[in-house]
Structures are given as structure tokens and as C-alpha cells.
């Protein structure tokens, strides 16, 4: 019997009360021959075997003691639909974009309205530390574990990409309420679906550790959200990713155990359970850190090998976020994942002016988790993870590889950077300054930090043919200066973010207190904001002609010191031009020609709450080739892009050329700096 529901019915009905009721019998009967690829999935879900669940079923808000995952049933969406599919994704779980599209139950299977043969519905319990304080118990609250897929048996992937334990978790985003959704209501819209589906895939395309999505299904379902929490909500539709890793454990599954805190006074639900504690430590050893297993029998030793591998893997990831200019947005512990994978994309945002202090969350008023945070953030997470693990690990190992940390990630961010710039042959001294220099060079200009690097490969190596190099380095120049910010973006970017009350009173301690004045203008937030208050007096005194000389001496300045260190390059090469080849498609394929821009998203976002789904895919279809734009790519393809005054349409009075110029105001290229339009995005 065909599990039916009417729109009508279910949109008075509460989300909680709307259960599945599937032929699951029906299923089971039928022959592996007559079966979709779907349905020949090969499931083995040890995470419900080797640690303790709550099978209560209840999907109500509660405390869940002593269980590392509570039993739950996805609910129905009604007329699911395919957004996108991610074939590389879906090959992961031996699956192809075909074969789900030409499935009949595809869209139903992969949103919840249908269980898998073999899938085993939970949703995972954990806590978290959210922005710097103990949130106590948290856990899956939208999200639903299926299972997890046995990798196929012909599955070509780098060992990089490779699952530990030869499976792969999938889960269902969006599938409705768990015993961890509080007040809500389990729900995932199309907006931040579309967000989290392209930007996943982006991560994986860049080379970025990073868990992934298979598919996006939408429906005729909707809820109500608040976006910027000013009490206007509208309605928006229900959509569901298919989310694929190894492993969806993080840091916060470990703080399950967590004591009393002292300053909020909450504690893990299983606190005291040093018993599950160890379970799940073996567990995650066992299954995802095969090579520590083997290597040592110690189980401490093992432990302490374990914590320090998941220092290096982090360190290593957030070196990467940094080369690519990319903002977690909410590093709480909760999102941290225990395998070094970029895990749940909330409100991230990819840089474009290059400014340290860049927060892509409209909420993070406070910068926590800035752009040059995340490095310092990760590693405080690091701590709360060796705090969770308690006797397990003790602090006279934590400690020594947690100091490891800093050094470690600068180790693995330069060497990332002396790819991005091409110094392939030698390390000197000078190239961490050299980079330094670089990024002072683009902060005071502005310049745009993906389209900069990306150019910066047309930069000629000196190999004594002056004129026509001094064209080229010419040319270079007049491209980064289209890349750098005008007159008025700069004096907006260098305006005080402090209080004015505030700073008044710090501006008065200069003349009153001079002494007072100097302890607080060296505090860090203090001394920025001073800098700030300098730059835009300069700013203030200068017009944009002037300025632009000024860019133009700052770029010339940098470009023949970057030059000087090439020509190290080349030194005792007998094919200088070969070593100058080789730089420019080491650059070409580490420097991105584009990335997930949110004014990219948005536009997707826009056309596919209109009905059109091509946009998501077109995206996709760029984003999967991040290094090279595809003939035909090059822009947005839906023509409802937004206009400077955030309309969209064109009107039926404007000629061919009118609209031809007025669409590559508002729908540039992909590979373009943001329209002005696009400083109204918020992020939340």
C-alpha cells in the first residue's frame, strides 16, 4: 500500500503527530534482481552495534541518558522533488545520478518519506561548547543517521578520499523532529539546503577535507523562519540533503560526559559513564584510526596517538580554510569533526576584500570566529576535546601536543601559501615575510582575495627580456587594481566596529590619562580599532585618483620584490622556462578561479524558490572544476538575477543592449568580485 498524504491535511496536522507508515515488508520481499541500486544499497550499521542506543522511540524534546543514539522515524515530506544530485558524491555509496532520478521512489527514499531497505533511522547525541560556553546536551536535532553503506566493490577514489572502515554514514538533513530538536521543529529549508549541498561539493572540488552531499530534495511542505530574527517570518519550503562521511562524530560527542560546569551549571546527560566514555573512544579508534590501532598496544599510548593525530588533522584543515579564504562561521565544538573534515556549513562565507577580520555571521557580533580567529579557535577546541576525554588522556600528554598546535598549522599554512605563489624549488628565509607583506599589501588596498591570487600566476619570473616583462608586470598590475576596492568601500571597511561610547571614552584617555591610555591602547581589540581610526583619517584626506596611484606604487612595490624571489627560482636551472611552466600550472591548479561567493548562492538560492532548479545545478557544475571555467560557464544562466535596488526581472520596455549591459551589472561572471548588491547579504 502506497504511503499517500494531502497537502491540506498535513499542513493543519503538526509535524511532530505526521509519522511514516511504510511497506516495509514489501520491500524485504522483493527479488535483489528486481530491486533499484537504491535498494541494493549494502548496509552494515555498526555504530548501532558497538555503542548503546535509546530505543525508546519517542521523538519528543528530553534528556537521553546514557545513549550515544536514540531510534527515530523520518518524517514524510509531501511531493519530494529533486533539486541536484552530486554524481561523485552518490559514487561514494555505489550510486549514480541516473539511477536515482530513473528510481520511482528516489525522491522519496532520499527525503525520509521512504525508508531504504536496510537503513536503521537514529539521530546521534551530543554537546557542545557554543561560543565559548557549555550548551549542555544538543545532539541531531534535524538530522537522521539511515546507516551506513559498505563501499562498493569497484569504487576509484584517491586514498586521501578514502572511508577508514570502508563505510560510509549517510543522514537525512532536514528529515524531521529527534529527541534533540528542542523547539524546533526538524526542519531544513531550501535556502540553507542549497547553501550547505553546493558549498560541501565546492569544499571537496578545492581539494578540502570536508563531509559531502549526494542530494537535495525539496517539497510542497513549508515552515515558518524568522532569517534575521527581526519577527517578520516567512513561509519556506522543507528540503532534505543527503549528507555521506565515514562518520559524523565530532568533539561534542565526547562531552556527553561532561561534569557540572561551573559557570553554567549544566552537564552532559551521560555524565559519570566513563564506561560508554571508552566505548565510544574504541570505537572510534577502531573504526576510523585502523593504523593507531595496529601500532599501538598500549591502549594510553594508543590514546595519546589518537588525540595527536586529530591535532595535526585539524591544524591541517584550517590551514587549508585559510589559503582559500574560508569562514567557518560557527566553530562551536559541536561542529568539529573527530576526523579533521569540514563539517556542517551554517552561515559560512568564502572572503572577498581580504580583511583579517572578516565574520561571515551576522550574529557573531563579537567576532569569535573571525577569519584570523579560526586557527587560535580550533585549538581551544582541541582543549575542550582533551577536557572531555578526562582520565582517559592525562593533561601531562594534552598538553605538550596541544602547544604543538600553532606551530604546526603555521607550518602547514605557509607551505600552502609558498604553493600559492609558486616557490616550488626553495625555501628561504624571506618567504614567510614575503607573504606577510603580500597580505598587508591586499588589506590596505582591499583587493579581493580569490581573483588576487588567481592573477598572480600572470606575474612573469625576470629572465632578462626587460621590455616585454615590463609590459606583462604593467599588465598584471592593471588587472589587480580592477581587483582592489574604491575610495568609499574602503573608508565603510575602516569605520570603528566599537561602541561610540566607547570609543569616545578611549579617545578622551589619550588627552586626560596618557599613561592609563597606553596600558589599553595595547590591548588587541583596542589597537585595532586605533589603526582603524588612522587608516580612515588618511582615507579622509585622499581622493580616489590619489588613491589609486597610491594602490598602483603598493602593487608595483610588492610584484618586483615577488619577482627577485622567482628569479631565485630559476638559479642554476638549465631551462629557466620549464622551471616557469611548471610555477604557473602549480599556481593555476592551487589558486581557485572560483569559489562559492554568496552573492553565487544567492542567486541559486533566488531562482530555486521561484522553481527553477537549474541554477543549483549550474553551480554545481562550475564549482565541481574550481581551477577552470567551462566554456559556457562563465555566468549566472538564470536571468532573474537582482538588480542594484535587490529587484529582480527585467523590464519589457528595455532594449536588447540595455538588458545585455544591465544583466552584467547585476550577473556577473562567476569569476567576478561581488556586485554592489551583495553587500545586503546577511548570513545568520
Known amino acids: 500500500m502506497e504511503f499517500k498524504v494531502q497537502h491540506q491535511l498535513l499542513a493543519n496536522v ?33 555504530a548501532l552495534r558497538k555503542l548503546p542506543v535509546d530505543t525508546s522511540g519517542e521523538p519528543e524534546s528530553r534528556t537521553v541518558r546514557g545513549a550515544c543514539f536514540s531510534r527515530v522515524q523520518p518524517y514524510p515530506l509531501v511531493n519530494p522533488k529533486f533539486v541536484a544530485l552530486s554524481n561523485s558524491a552518490l559514487t561514494l555509496i555505489g550510486l549514480s545520478a541516473d539511477e536515482v532520478l530513473r528510481d520511482p521512489h528516489g525522491a522519496e527514499y532520499l527525503s525520509g518519506s521512504k525508508l531504504i531497505p536496510g537503513s536503521e533511522p537514529a539521530a ?85 577535507p570536508t563531509t559531502r552531499v549526494g542530494s537535495l530534495v525539496t517539497s510542497d511542505v513549508y515552515v515558518q523562519r524568522d532569517i534575521f530574527y527581526s519577527g517578520h517570518p516567512r513561509a519556506e519550503r522543507c528540503s532534505v540533503v543527503l549528507r555521506i562521511a565515514p562518520t559524523f562524530i565530532r568533539f561534542g560527542s565526547f562531552e556527553i560526559f561532561h561534569p557540572v560546569d561551573d559557570f553554567t ?38 590514546i595519546v596517538a589518537f588525540f595527536r593525530e586529530v591535532t595535526v588533522r585539524t591544524a591541517r584543515l584550517v590551514a587549508l580554510w585559510q589559503t582559500v579564504g574560508f569562514c567557518h562561521g560557527v566553530l562551536n565544538t559541536d561542529n568539529m569533526s573527530i576526523l579533521g573534515l569540514t563539517l556542517d556549513y551554517g552561515p559560512f562565507g568564502f572572503m572577498d576584500r581580504f580583511d583579517p577580520e572578516f565574520v561571515c555571521n551576522a550574529s557573531d557580533k563579537r567576532g569569535r570566529y573571525s577569519y584570523e580567529a579560526q586557527p587560535y579557535v580550533c585549538r581551544w577546541n582541541l582543549a575542550r576535546l582533551a577536557d572531555a576525554l578526562g ?34 624549488r626553495r625555501v628561504e628565509p624571506e618567504d614567510q615575510d614575503l607573504i606577510s607583506d603580500l597580505l598587508k599589501t591586499m588589506h590596505n588596498t582591499g583587493a579581493d582575495f580569490t581573483n588576487t591570487f588567481r592573477l598572480l600566476s600572470r606575474v612573469p619570473c625576470p629572465m632578462g627580456k626587460q621590455s616585454e616583462e615590463a609590459d606583462a608586470v604593467g599588465l598584471v598590475v592593471e588587472r589587480l587594481l580592477k581587483q582592489c576596492a574604491s575610495l568609499e568601500e574602503l573608508k565603510v571597511a575602516n569605520h570603528p566596529t566599537v561602541e561610540p561610547r566607547e570609543l569616545e571614552m578611549i579617545l578622551s584617555m589619550a588627552e586626560t590619562n596618557p ?49 627577485r624571489r622567482l628569479a631565485l627560482e630559476c638559479e642554476g636551472s638549465s631551462d629557466p622556462h620549464l622551471v616557469e611552466k611548471e610555477r604557473v600550472t602549480t599556481m593555476d ?45 562563465e555566468r549566472p544562466g538564470w536571468l532573474g538575477c537582482r538588480n542594484e535596488r535587490g529587484q529582480t526581472g527585467h523590464k519589457e520596455e528595455e532594449s536588447e543592449g540595455q538588458r545585455r549591459t544591465i544583466l552584467n551589472a547585476r550577473c556577473p561572471p562567476y569569476t567576478s568580485k561581488p556586485p554592489s548588491w551583495a553587500r545586503e547579504i546577511c548570513v545568520t
Not at 516495509?24 to 555498526?46: A, C, E, H, I, K
Not at 565510544?280 to 573504526?287: A, K, N, Q, T
Not at 598546535?405 to 609558498?418: G, L, Q
Open 14 to 46: 503538526p509535524l511532530h503527530r505526521v509519522r511514516v507508515i511504510l511497506p516495509l515488508g514489501m520491500d524485504n520481499m522483493g527479488s535483489v534482481v528486481g530491486r533499484t541500486p537504491l535498494q541494493r544499497m549494502r548496509f552494515n550499521n555498526v
Open 124 to 208: 546521534h547525541c551530543y554537546c557542545g561548547h557554543q561560543f565559548g560556553q557549555f550548551a549542555g546536551q544538543l545532539g541531531d536535532g534535524a538530522v537522521c543517521y539511515l546507516g551506513e553503506v559498505e563501499n562498493p566493490d569497484d569504487l576509484q577514489i584517491s586514498q586521501e578520499f578514502k572511508s577508514p572502515c570502508g563505510r560510509w554514514e549517510i543522514q537525512l538533513k532536514g528529515a524531521g523532529r529527534t529527541p534533540y530538536s528542542r523547539q524546533s521543529d526538524g526542519r531544513k529549508v531550501l535556502r540553507s539546503s542549497i547553501r550547505e549541498f553546493l558549498c560541501s561539493e565546492a569544499m571537496f572540488a578545492l581539494g578540502i
Open 265 to 302: 551549571g549544566r552537564q552532559g546527560p551521560s555524565a559519570g559513564r566513563h564506561d560508554i566514555r571508552a566505548q565510544l573512544l574504541d570505537y572510534v579508534i577502531e573504526s576510523f584510526y585502523p593504523e593507531i590501532q595496529r601500532s599501538h598496544t598500549d591502549r594510553k599510548e594508543r
Open 391 to 424: 582520565s582517559e588522556l592525562q593533561a601531562a600528554c594534552a598538553g605538550p601536543i596541544l602547544d604543538e598546535f600553532i606551530p604546526m598549522y603555521e607550518s602547514f599554512y605557509v607551505a600552502n601559501m609558498r604553493r600559492k605563489l609558486g616557490l616550488l
Open 515 to 563: 599613561g592609563m591610555f597606553n596600558m589599553v591602547a595595547n590591548r588587541p581589540e583596542v589597537a585595532k580599532q586605533l589603526e582603524k581610526i588612522g587608516r580612515l583619517k588618511e582615507l579622509l584626506d585622499i581622493n580616489q585618483e590619489d588613491l589609486s596611484l597610491k594602490q598602483k606604487d603598493d602593487w608595483l612595490r610588492w610584484i618586483n620584490r615577488y619577482r
Open 589 to 633: 591548479s592551487t589558486n581557485p578561479a572560483v569559489v562559492l561567493r554568496n552573492y553565487i548562492a544567492q542567486n541559486a538560492i533566488e531562482a530555486a524558490e521561484s522553481g527553477d532548479f537549474s541554477e543549483v545545478q549550474r553551480v554545481l557544475k562550475v564549482l565541481e572544476s574550481p581551477y577552470s571555467v567551462n566554456p559556457g560557464l
